[in-house]
C-alpha cells in the first residue's frame, strides 16, 4: 500500500506517493489563492488523482493522505492560515467528503517536518525530540514517545512565539520578543540592515550593491566566515538569542534531541560551534547533560513525508 504526503506552500502545493518511507514520485502545483476552501480541495484532489495516474497506482491501492499546512490545524480539522486566506476552514471535513474510504490527517507544517525527522532524519531513534525550523519565520514540533505534541487546541509547539527577549521591533503576531524575531532569516536581515544604515561603509554594503533589498542571510552567513565586522555582530546576536531560544526548551521539555531545520540551517558549522556551551550558560543546572543539538537531515523533502506519516 501507498501513502501520499501533501505539503502546502505560499507558492506551491507538493505532493508525494510515500512507500516505506521512501518518497518514488513528486509532482508541483502552483497555489491559488482565493480563500475559497472549495479551489483549495479542487487542488489537492486534482494533484492527488494526476501523480497517481502519472504512475499507473489506483487510487485503492493508497492507505493514507496527509497534508502539512503552513497554520493553525485545531484538533478537530479546521485551519486557519493567514497567507491562504482561511480562517477557521473545516479542512478535513472536506478532504474526508472527497476522500471517503482513505484516511486522511492534516497538520501544521511544522510539525509535520518534527515528525519526519522523528522517524527517518535527525530524531530517529530518540524518545522525545523538538525540531527548531529557521527560515522566514520560526516553526517547531515536538514529538515524545512518536506522538506529535500540539496541544489541547492545536496550537501547540509555536516555538517561534516563545518570549525570549526585549527587540527593537514587534513580532507580526503584535507580540514583542518573539524567537522568530531574533532567529529567523528575516530577522537576521533586518538586524544587518540596521547596522548598515548607522554604517555603510562595510562590505556588506558593497556586496548587496547598494541596494538593501537585495541583502540575504546567506551573505552574512558569508561574511560571517570572513570576520566582517557587521557580520560578525549579527550572526553573534543570532547564536545569543538561538542558545536562550533552546535553554528554554531544555527548561521546560530537556528532550532528548533538539533538531534545527529551514534555509538557516544550512549553515550548520556556524550555528552549532559551540552552541551546546551557550544553551548550558542560561540553565540552572549548568553542569548537567542537555540534549544532543543536531542539523536536520530533510530539507525540501521533509513536508511530503513527515505529511505521509501522519
Known amino acids: 500500500m501507498y501513502r501520499i504526503g501533501i505539503d502546502i506552500g505560499g507558492m506551491s502545493i507538493k505532493a508525494g506517493i510515500v512507500k516505506d518511507g521512501e518518497i518514488i514520485s513528486t509532482k508541483t502545483k502552483v497555489t491559488r489563492i482565493d480563500g475559497v476552501l472549495d479551489t483549495l480541495i479542487d487542488d489537492l484532489s486534482d ?4 501523480i497517481l495516474n502519472e504512475n499507473g497506482i489506483e487510487i485503492d491501492k493508497v492507505e493514507k493522505i496527509g497534508v502539512g499546512f503552513p497554520g493553525v490545524v485545531t484538533n478537530k480539522g479546521y485551519v486557519t492560515c493567514v497567507n491562504l486566506k482561511l ?6 471535513d472536506k478532504l474526508n467528503d472527497k476522500f471517503k474510504n482513505i484516511k486522511v ?3 501544521n507544517d511544522a510539525n509535520v517536518a518534527a515528525l519526519a525527522e522523528y522517524r527517518h532524519g535527525s530524531m530517529k531513534g530518540f524518545e522525545s525530540g523538538v525540531m527548531i525550523t529557521l527560515g522566514t519565520g520560526v516553526g517547531g514540533g515536538v514529538v515524545i514517545n512518536d506522538r506529535l505534541i500540539s496541544g489541547a487546541n492545536g496550537i501547540g509547539a509555536e516555538l517561534g512565539h516563545l518570549i525570549i527577549g526585549e527587540n527593537y521591533y514587534d513580532c507580526n503576531c503584535g507580540n514583542n520578543g518573539c524567537f522568530e524575531t531574533f532567529c529567523s532569516a528575516t530577522a537576521i536581515i533586518n538586524y544587518a540592515k540596521k547596522l548598515i544604515e548607522e554604517n555603510k ?7 548587496c550593491e547598494g541596494n538593501l533589498d537585495n541583502l540575504t542571510a546567506k551573505m552574512v ?15 553573534n546576536r543570532f547564536k545569543k538569542y538561538l542558545a536562550i531560544g533552546i535553554a528554554n526548551i531544555v527548561n521546560f521539555i530537556d528532550p532528548d534531541v533538539v533538531s534545527i531545520g529551514g534555509g538557516v540551517s544550512n549553515a550548520s558549522n556556524i ?20 540534549c544532543d543539538i543536531v542539523i536536520a537531515k530533510f530539507k525540501n523533502d521533509a513536508g511530503i513525508l513527515g505529511a505521509s506519516e501522519l
Open 105 to 107: 490527517s492534516i497538520a
Open 271 to 290: 550555528i552549532l560551534d559551540n552552541l551546546s556551551d551557550e544553551v548550558k550558560k542560561h540553565l540552572p543546572f549548568k553542569e548537567s547533560n542537555i
Open 221 to 235: 552567513f558569508d561574511l560571517y566566515k570572513e570576520k566582517d565586522e557587521i557580520s560578525v555582530e549579527v550572526i
Open 47 to 50: 494533484l492527488i488523482n494526476g
Open 87 to 92: 480562517i477557521n476552514q473545516p479542512v478535513l
Open 201 to 207: 561603509d562595510c562590505k556588506l554594503y558593497q556586496v
